[in-house]
């Protein structure tokens, strides 16, 4: 239901909220203070907020409360976690003043003096004139709102009273009470009559049991109840041990919640027609057993939905179960003798259910996602089941139970064991370190010693005692042709973040690394322990590394680090490939916005996901599983792509696969643009580049190399010949340093001195000389990824000496306070090429609070050295930072040669102004919020020339997103995927207005 809003003029989003229930979602500026007074103005006068006080002590969300492995210590008793907990009174004290002082202000708005006189004013109630939700617009709430002017709004706090003694129940315990009183031992109660308006029968009763016994209850068979009739809802809900009730007839929903120990026998009337079939009907209906911790339930009959949800010791015996059975289950036992609902186990993760198969589907409508489906032919499952049907037979004279028995234990073969993934390791764990099952393995036959002796061996190399934690990774790494699936089972996956650390480098080292071009990361190394790195995953409830501030692609990190964890290669190359195009791009050059957003770094490292993901990829490329993507169909329509970066490439396979005709413009020699000559090779192989492009070429898409539009071709000829144009021509507009001595000799831009090195390697004929950096002082001017990337390329040309300046202060090395997760963490770092600087010139390359005031020259026009001066940033009275320089702290830095990586100010313009694209505020071509299109009809944007400077990350997710934005434009409807490679779909229509 949409919000209502008091009136006197206040804003109808202030008080926005949605929904009835104590649960709120958040809409726009303050939800629970719209909560608050909106729902006193209905007369209510108790709130419940939610989660809201729960975030301010520091929860996060994970939604890992009943693992016991909370990360930051609100819902565990693990001691070592609870040291997490950084939550103070205070912090609840401020939210709930603040809470407080809003609604004061809108009290004194509306004229209220007193909370307790809001109470009941719905006369103070408005509909929203603007509903967040459209379909809210279509309710009629006058309703709700006070129309007599003469009538007290006020509510009334009288209540009828209630007749407790006349309840079925209360005269029950009136009967048994000489049982509790401990004056007889057994009772046994005759027919009583039940009706559907006798609720919650049982829990008064258990509840003085429980005063007098505690949760232990009565001895067993102490009560048994026989009732006939239809019982109302939550019957028998938190029965206690020791109390049998035995119903003929029916029950409403929610029979056995929360059962504690008790019996519950439920069979149909014995007046039922003799054609009557039990498991063909209904006789319990929707989430019956609901939390159930232990006792007994069967049911002759079928149940309705979510059977045996959250069941967590309780053995049920039915003759079928509606949709969800068994859902969230983490204990106990549930025997179903007919057929199932769709979505059965989903989410179970404990206990064992056993289900009769004749052809009903069963294993279609099973969620695979956290068990296993077994044959029942252990021995002890089939005495247990044996035992189990008896009892049910005895107790309801169940027509099936009587046919399975007399066919045993050849209809064994019809049942199918439901296994939960996570409880079947946890019992190998427990066979694993008992003594007992290791004398029974000793006396097994050669094979079952084999692999004995090799799990022993193991857990030598990688111990999971839970008492010392793992310091260095690479010590307690197993050989890496060890049986993977005995690793797995070694591996805590469940507290993996809190027993292994985070691998400490995946560089090769730098001693080596510095003297070759070859790709600096150290692959095997990294292999070698990926499925421990994958075990530090917490598989979060809310995984902030896919949110805004994680990963710009969606990438459902969760999922393929566990299947990586599980060994299943294979699923998670294809679910790492449903939202990411180039993964053998972001998972070398990408900086991991997703591992500063990572939920463990709040406690601990960061989960290695980067990693992770170019491991998926390069094993994806060695199996041979990569292969071209050829469209089935082809549409017809041509599009026109100006700019083979990683934009473009992105939006050309996207659309390519949509069936359209792609053509990729490049004005350089080779398809790939800065992938190609703007990331050093040894940050970026080119065999890799090499490889994807290929790869694009072989799916249908036509690269047009050395042609520049606007240039070489009129780019509006360019819109005239096609369906879309779209430009993904990047930010290669370079940043300048205006200051005395710029036009000196040996001053460069740093992407022209690194493609210019780039074209040399790969053959092409430049004179690289002037830009060579061997034997000459160097010094960076700028950070980031392009500045370490000159440093790096200037060390391995053989520079005599690197600086670098940076004019900001220097980073802290852990967040600073204006710098929360998960925001990306402004923290120092040292970076492959800071490391090799470091071994090779025995000196950190950074200077930091410095500003280059002038280029000298040596006489001959070169620069030969700047004149700098040091910085202090401060805040004015607005709070924003201004520079000042420092009094008496001028010097000189003497070099020969200056690269500029001062970072880039848009797309160069003169193809804007051939199509007369409009800019934005930062130089960057204008596009609708949200949307690619430009000015110009079918002209698009795509990339940093849209958005501006930024991740190659970021240039993919914009080439997808416009390329999703250009087949629904063109063709009317889509297939493509949006972020999270979530594919739209289209609902039509229901309702107007």
């Not at 209630?162 to 057994?186: A, C, M």
């Not at 056993?354 to 069963?362: D, I, M, P, T």
Request: glycine share 8%; aromatic share 8%; proline share 5%.
């Amino acid at each position: 239901m949409e919000a209502l809003a008091p009136l006197a003029g206040l804003e109808s989003s202030t008080l926005a909220c949605h929904g009835n229930s104590a649960s709120r979602r958040r809409t726009r500026r303050s939800s629970s203070t719209a909560f608050a007074t909106e729902w006193s103005c209905r007369c209510a006068d108790e709130f419940g907020f939610s989660t809201a006080p729960l975030i301010t002590l520091g929860c996060i969300m994970m939604r890992k409360c009943h693992l016991n492995t909370c990360p930051v210590g609100v819902a565990t008793q693990d001691p070592e976690l609870r040291k997490k907990f950084e939550g103070k009174p205070e912090h609840i004290i401020n939210y709930f003043f603040l809470l407080a002082e809003e609604i004061r202000s809108i009290m004194a708005r509306l004229g209220i003096r007193r909370f307790q006189d809001l109470v009941g004013r719905a006369d103070l109630l408005a509909p929203s004139s603007k509903p967040v939700n459209p379909k809210a617009a279509l309710l009629d709430l006058t309703a709700m709102i006070l129309s007599d002017p003469n009538a007290d709004p006020r509510p009334t706090k009288e209540q009828p009273p209630f007749p407790y003694g006349e309840r079925l129940e209360s005269k029950v315990i009136e009967l048994v009470q000489p049982v509790i009183d401990g004056k007889i031992k057994q009772l046994e109660l005759e027919w009583q009559k039940i009706r559907n308006v006798d609720r919650t029968f049982g829990a008064t009763l258990s509840y003085y049991i429980s005063l007098a016994y505690n949760e232990k209850g009565l001895p067993s068979n102490s009560i048994h109840i026989r009732l006939r009739g239809s019982a109302g809802q939550s019957f028998c809900a938190f029965l206690a041990h020791g109390v049998t009730v035995t119903l003929e007839g029916d029950a409403n929903d929610y029979v056995g919640k929360g059962l504690s120990g008790g019996e519950i026998i439920i069979r149909p009337s014995p007046q039922a027609p003799p054609e009557f079939r039990t498991e063909k009907s209904v006789i319990v209906g929707n989430v019956c057993l609901y939390g159930a911790t232990s006792g007994r339930m069967f049911v002759c009959g079928q149940t309705g939905e979510r059977f045996a949800v959250r069941n967590s010791g309780s053995t049920a015996v039915c003759e079928g179960v509606g949709d969800h059975g068994c859902e969230y289950m983490t204990g106990g036992t549930v025997v179903i003798l007919g057929a199932t609902g769709r979505n059965f186990a989903a989410g179970m993760s404990g206990g064992i259910a056993y289900v009769l198969e004749r052809n009903w589907g069963f294993r279609q409508k099973c969620n695979m996602e956290t068990i296993d489906l077994d044959p029942v032919s252990d021995k002890n499952d089939i005495l247990f089941l044996h035992g189990l049907l008896s009892e049910f037979l005895e107790k309801t004279g169940s027509a099936t139970a009587a046919e399975l028995l007399s066919n045993w234990p050849a209809c064994t073969r019809e049942f199918i064991k439901v296994f939960p993934k996570e409880y079947r390791k946890a019992l190998e764990d427990i066979k694993v370190k008992s003594p007992k099952f290791l004398q029974y393995q000793a006396s097994l036959d050669n094979d079952y010693k084999e692999e004995e002796n090799e799990r022993t061996i193991v857990t030598r190399q990688h111990s999971v005692d839970p008492d010392p934690r793992v310091d260095d990774i690479e010590d307690t790494l197993p050989d890496p042709n060890m049986n993977s699936k005995i690793l797995r089972r070694l591996l805590d996956k469940k507290k993996g973040f809190t027993r292994y650390r985070r691998i400490k480098t995946s560089y090769r080292k730098a001693e080596k690394r510095m003297t070759d071009w070859n790709e600096i990361y150290d692959y095997k190394e990294v292999r070698r322990g990926i499925q421990v790195q994958a075990a530090r995953c917490m598989d979060c409830g809310v995984p902030f590394c896919q949110s805004q501030y994680g990963c710009p692609l969606g990438n459902v990190i969760p999922k393929w680090n566990d299947l990586v964890f599980q060994d299943n290669w294979r699923e998670a190359l294809e679910q790492l490939l449903q939202t990411n195009n180039f993964p053998e791009f972001t998972g070398r050059v990408c900086p991991a916005p997703c591992e500063g957003a990572c939920v463990l770094s709040i406690i601990e490292k960061s989960v290695t996901i980067k990693n992770i993901e170019c491991t998926i990829i390069d094993y994806g490329f060695e199996q041979g599983w990569i292969k071209p993507d050829i469209p089935d169909n082809r549409t017809g329509k041509k599009i026109a792509i100006i700019g083979s970066g990683p934009s473009g490439l992105a939006a050309a396979q996207q659309l390519n696969r949509a069936g359209h005709w792609v053509t990729v413009y490049e004005r350089n020699d080779r398809v790939g643009g800065l992938l190609m000559y703007g990331v050093p090779t040894m940050k970026l192989s080119k065999e890799v580049v090499q490889r994807r492009t290929d790869l694009l070429k072989a799916e249908g898409i036509t690269f047009i190399n050395n042609t520049e539009i606007g240039k070489d071709i009129p780019a509006r000829q360019l819109v005239d010949e096609n369906d879309v144009v779209l430009l993904a021509v990047g930010s290669t507009w370079p940043r300048d340093i205006p200051i005395p001595g710029r036009n000196l000799n040996g001053i460069y831009f740093a992407m022209a001195f690194l493609e210019t090195w780039q074209k040399k390697q790969m053959g092409n004929n430049v004179d690289e000389l002037a830009m060579h950096a061997k034997g000459k002082h160097v010094i960076v001017i700028g950070g980031g990824d392009t500045g370490g990337d000159c440093i790096g390329t200037s060390l391995r040309m053989g520079a005599a000496s690197i600086v670098s300046f940076e004019i900001l202060d220097k980073p802290t090395e852990k967040r600073a306070n204006n710098n929360p997760w998960p925001q990306w963490p402004r923290v120092f770092r040292v970076e492959y090429g800071h490391e090799e600087t470091i071994v090779k010139y025995g000196q950190e390359p950074r200077t930091f609070n410095i500003l280059s005031k002038e280029f000298l020259n040596d006489g001959n026009g070169n620069v030969a050295g700047i004149r700098t001066t040091q910085v202090d940033w401060k805040r004015d009275a607005t709070g924003r930072w201004f520079m000042e320089e420092i009094p008496g702290s001028e010097k000189v830095f003497e070099c020969d040669m200056v690269l500029l990586a001062l970072g880039f100010l848009g797309p160069e313009k003169a193809l804007l102004e051939e199509l007369a694209l409009e800019e934005d505020m930062r130089a960057n071509i204008q596009t609708e919020s949200g949307k690619y299109n430009t000015n110009i009809s079918r002209v698009y944007a795509a990339g940093d020339c849209r958005r501006g400077q930024s991740l190659i990350v970021n240039a993919i997710a914009e080439g997808r997103q416009a390329a999703k934005q250009i087949d629904l434009d063109l063709m009317g409807r889509t297939s493509l995927a949006g972020p999270g490679g979530i594919v739209a779909a289209k609902h039509r229509q229901v309702y107007s207005g």
